[in-house]
């Protein structure tokens, strides 16, 4: 099937889609930060560049775009039809670096999440799931500091 935007059309448009400060993401930032929970943002340092990063929880969360990052039974994440050989390449690399930042993330001791852009249509079952996951953290590392204290 051919295109119908034109080449140069296509190229503008892809340029215009943002790695960072997504709207998924801000909105994502903002149920933790009226949970009470401070964090970072894309911290280098960590393998995949988390969009979120709590240092004190040892926790991060990725706000992936379905269509990016092939979120498994989504309508979103249906598959050009033009160039599909490229296409399909290009999810593969995507999902196989999503996979191997998270395994570095853990071997790390760092706690992950994935929230997934189509989530946000509901936003109390999100902010539930982003709620379960901090807390969940938060007690995570009071247990490492109290061990860790117990053991000096």
Do not use: Y
Request: glycine share 2%; charged share 35%; hydrophobic share 35%.
């Amino acid at each position: 099937m051919v295109d119908r935007l034109s080449i140069e059309r296509r190229s503008a448009l892809m340029r215009r889609v943002r790695s960072r400060d997504t709207s998924p993401e801000i909105t994502v930032r903002r149920i933790a930060h009226r949970l009470g929970f401070r964090f970072r943002l894309h911290r280098r340092d960590l393998p995949g560049t988390p969009d979120i990063v709590f240092p004190s929880l040892r926790a991060v969360i990725f706000v992936h775009g379905c269509f990016w990052h092939r979120h498994h039974n989504c309508k979103k994440a249906s598959t050009p039809k033009s160039r599909i050989d490229f296409w399909t390449l290009k999810f593969e690399h995507n999902v196989a670096r999503d996979l191997r930042n998270k395994s570095a993330l853990r071997r790390l001791g760092w706690r992950v999440h994935t929230v997934w852009e189509c989530e946000l249509k509901k936003p109390a079952r999100l902010e539930r799931s982003i709620e379960r996951f901090l807390t969940t953290s938060r007690t995570r590392a009071r247990q490492i500091d109290a061990a860790r204290s117990f053991a000096k």
